[in-house]
């Protein structure tokens, strides 16, 4: 196998290794789908903008990130509507 081909299997396995991770740790707050799905764009963003080295990294740390920022997104639009019907 070729240096190339390697990396791109190291590369791959570096990644689903992310997704694992990440995937356990939104357990029961966020679906597998949807946490691999935000791995699999982070990435191809990541890829555009010409991150290479410490690709994988760099994907888990911009998903988490996103992830997190929905949870809270969603954490603050439940407490909003809960304050709403208490109004009503």
Do not use: P
């Not at 789908?33 to 010409?50: D, F, K, P, Q, Y």
């Not at 290479?52 to 509507?81: F, I, N, S, V």
């Amino acid at each position: 196998m070729g240096h190339t081909a390697m990396r791109v299997v190291d590369e791959r396995r570096d990644l689903l290794e992310v997704g694992q991770r990440l995937v356990q740790e939104f357990r029961g707050r966020r679906c597998a789908g949807a946490v691999l799905s935000e791995v699999t764009i982070c990435r191809a963003v990541l890829v555009r903008a010409g991150v290479r080295a410490g690709l994988a990294t760099a994907t888990e740390a911009m998903a988490r990130c996103r992830l997190q920022r929905r949870e809270d997104a969603d954490a603050a639009e439940e407490l909003a509507r809960r304050r709403v019907q208490r109004i009503r």
